[in-house]
């Protein structure tokens, strides 16, 4: 699974669902990253207090 890892805000986004939703817009580029390493991921929430993006586990919808 690819991951999508915002450091400014410690969010992880699973990279196929992250949308606008997941606020990441406003972090600058050298603050994100990509990996599909789920022992990092782990790392990262278990170490250093990262948590999933609540908006990006599964398809996001646009409202009407």
């Known amino acids: 699974m690819n991951y999508f890892v915002d450091h400014q805000k410690k969010r992880i986004h699973l990279k196929r669902f992250v949308g606008d939703r997941c606020g990441f817009m ?19 929430e278990e170490q250093n207090s990262y948590i999933n993006c609540p908006y990006c586990q599964s398809i996001q919808r646009l409202n009407k």
């Open 26 to 44: 406003d972090t600058p580029t050298q603050k994100r990253e990509f990996t599909d390493k789920k022992s990092y991921i782990e790392q990262l």
